[in-house]
């Protein structure tokens, strides 16, 4: 459901990133699809598991290069709603390595000033994990550094499609006007309600596609696809990206030259 944070007025004060005047310019929000754990395994004749291990400590390494570039916000696909059709196995592998994840990073996280927060189908998963991510949001709510949000059993039609739900309810219920409705208005029904839009989506592991990641708040989003496998990301696949972005015009179909 809706956040009672305003949309427009979390926009409003977002820094905006200013692409196109070199490469220093930095994105307040990065959104990364951390894909290739499973290539990387193969690729050394290990199971799947490994390649995600070997992930979760890609993502140690990206918050800590995220924090030194000075991003504000950084959201992390890493389970979408489609997920849940992959072998019962390497599903529960995964959640029983983000279990560990949340309790081994979680003090960490808080010390480096980490916001943690968590979008997706809650629901979908088990009420120990589920008491986690309300553990871990609860202990790093004060911090300010990085706002990191990790997407989980997410899918960007899904959340489109239970905003859709809600603003159906609300305009029954006479609480919104649908009439007047407006897109930041419709935005506050979506679990990114909380965050500015995507300034910058990385996706690693050479694939070129959304699969179905933040559709709406991606819009105007710039897109870096990286030749490299999640696990091998490091600082430097981090500083490539955003030195594309830097390169990059954001013209939000205004601009005529
Ligand atoms: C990304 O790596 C992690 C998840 C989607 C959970 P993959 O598991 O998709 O790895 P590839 O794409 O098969 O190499
Ligand atoms: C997207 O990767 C989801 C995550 C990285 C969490 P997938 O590997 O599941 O996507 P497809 O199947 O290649 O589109
Ligand atoms: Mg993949």
Redesign the pocket.
Known sequence: MASDLSTAAIRAEAPRAKAGGGAAAVPCHVALI?????????ARGLP?VA??HA?AKAVRRCIEAAIDSGIEWLTL????SE?WR?PAA?VTD?TTLLRQYLRSELKELGENGVRFRVIGERGRFSPELRAEFDRAERHTADNRRLNLTIALSYGGRTDILAAARDVARAAKAGEIDPETLDEDGFCRFLSTSAMPDPDLLIRT?G?QRLSNFLLWECAYAELVFLDV??PDFCAQDLTVALAEFGRRERRYGANVD
Not at 34 to 42: I, Q, S, V, Y
Not at 77 to 80: H, I, L, M, N, Q
Request: cysteine-free.
């Open positions: 951390m894909d290739g754990n499973g290539r990387w395994a193969k799947r390649g995600h992930g696909y890493a389970f979408s997920n992959r390497e995964l592991s694939e496998l999640w």
